[in-house]
């Protein structure tokens, strides 16, 4: 039988009761080849350093809370293979441009924020009673919005977003792509209160298009499109009221 | 935080931002340079007005001001004003289709068609100007 081929994973360590700022802690993990980023995590935790402290959930893509830099670039650990990096060191750190609440846990409070400022929800200015049926909804009427809407929240594109690290006020990638989402579906009526937000100091306007967030979603959501999107829509609108000020907003 | 959840009790951790961040990746530093090509576009804009401004004091101001574009310096800027333009130019019209959805009736018209559309633009136009100085 042949040596056991070998990994290391060189991890960001915070443990805000013992050190003032982050430090790095090296593990020498057995290689395999079908295991993700997330599961030598899930070993070094369960096997090796039970004190290591990350999120995680469904370990399939679909919850969004595993997301981390991974040599650098913001990444899903769940779908981030080892053999992709082997027989590289492979270096872990939490999200860039949030603050650090330990190892390899991010504060989302900021997010979390903004995100329900931007209601992401259907918006009706009346409910209509049940007994009128459910809000229909042609294929041509959710292919406009479906692709916004498969976002998780993962922040990946937080992380990839030089805006959101220079200007933390920046409502951000994924908050505005949910806005956007929401704006195209025609069962929403909540496009003027959501522009009180996305088109603010904070909004749509902050973007330099770096294109980025687009770049790492794992869901191909391209928030960059929708923030270009929101900005000639906002536009559109300034300039609809300005020559048609009597029409409907 | 809902009133039932306990405060975190230590200090969250916030990362500065270095000054070099753009030098992390490539793309950050092809963005920095997209950026940076604004500033030779702008450049090259306030030469062309100030030429303009040149040519209402009468045809030997002018005269002279043509006779120094011709130094090394100047002719180094337009090289240069000009890669930045064209470089400019390309990444903006790759970016189009993400901009602006395209749409004849029910067709949306595919991203790689809107991009070619506005490169097409830009050469039928840079080649009318072309036509016009050749006149």
């Known amino acids: 039988m042949g040596e056991k081929k070998t990994i290391t994973l060189t991890v960001t360590r915070y443990r805000p ?10 593990y020498e993990i057995e290689f395999r080849d079908d295991w993700v980023v997330l599961d030598a995590l899930n070993h070094i935790k369960d096997r090796v350093d039970g004190t290591l402290s990350f999120r995680w959930s469904c370990r399939m893509g679909v919850c969004g809370s595993c997301g981390m830099m991974v040599n650098g670039v913001p990444k899903l650990t769940c779908a981030a293979f080892l053999r992709d990096y082997y027989p590289g060191e492979v270096r872990v750190e939490p999200l860039v441009n949030f ?4 190892d390899l846990v991010v504060d989302i409070d900021d997010f979390m924020r903004k995100l329900k400022a931007v209601k992401p929800w259907v918006v009706r200015r009346e409910e209509k009673p049940v007994e009128e049926g459910e809000y229909l909804q042609t ?9 916004f809407s498969m976002c998780i929240n993962c922040l990946l594109c937080y992380a990839a977003c030089p805006v959101y690290g220079l200007e933390p006020e920046f409502i951000g990638p994924a ?10 579906d025609s069962r929403d009526e909540g496009r003027e209160e959501r522009k009180q937000v996305i088109a603010s100091s904070a909004g749509i306007w902050e973007c330099t298009f770096v294109g980025e967030c687009t770049e790492v979603c794992p869901k191909d959501v391209d928030p ?6 929101s900005k000639v829509a906002t536009t559109t609108d300034w300039v609809k009221s300005i020559l048609w000020p009597w029409g409907k907003r | 935080m809902s009133e039932s959840e306990p405060e975190y009790p230590y200090k969250a951790y916030r990362r500065p931002m270095p000054a070099t961040w753009w030098l992390r990746n490539r793309k950050y530093f092809l963005f920095m340079m997209r950026e940076l090509s604004s500033v ?29 574009l011709r130094s090394g310096g100047f002719i180094a800027f337009y090289v240069v004003a000009l890669l930045f333009a064209v470089y400019h130019s390309c990444t903006w019209f790759r ?4 901009i602006q959805v395209v749409r004849l009736g029910r067709w949306t018209v595919p991203g790689s068609l809107v991009t070619a559309g506005a490169f097409m633009g830009w050469i039928v136009a840079s080649a009318a100007v072309v036509y016009f100085l050749a006149m």
Do not use: M
């Open chain 1, 17 to 26: 009761e013992q050190e003032e700022a982050p430090t790095e802690q090296s």
């Open chain 1, 99 to 102: 603050p650090i609440l330990r």
């Open chain 1, 139 to 147: 294929p041509d009427q959710l292919a406009e919005y479906k692709q």
């Open chain 1, 175 to 184: 908050a505005i792509a949910l806005a956007h989402r929401y704006n195209l």
């Open chain 1, 224 to 229: 960059a499109a929708a923030i270009q999107r």
């Open chain 2, 40 to 68: 030779f576009v702008a450049l090259f804009v306030l030469l062309y007005l100030y030429a303009f401004f040149l040519l209402s004091k009468g045809p030997v101001v002018y005269g002279e001001f043509q006779k120094s």
């Open chain 2, 95 to 98: 970016l189009t289709a993400k």
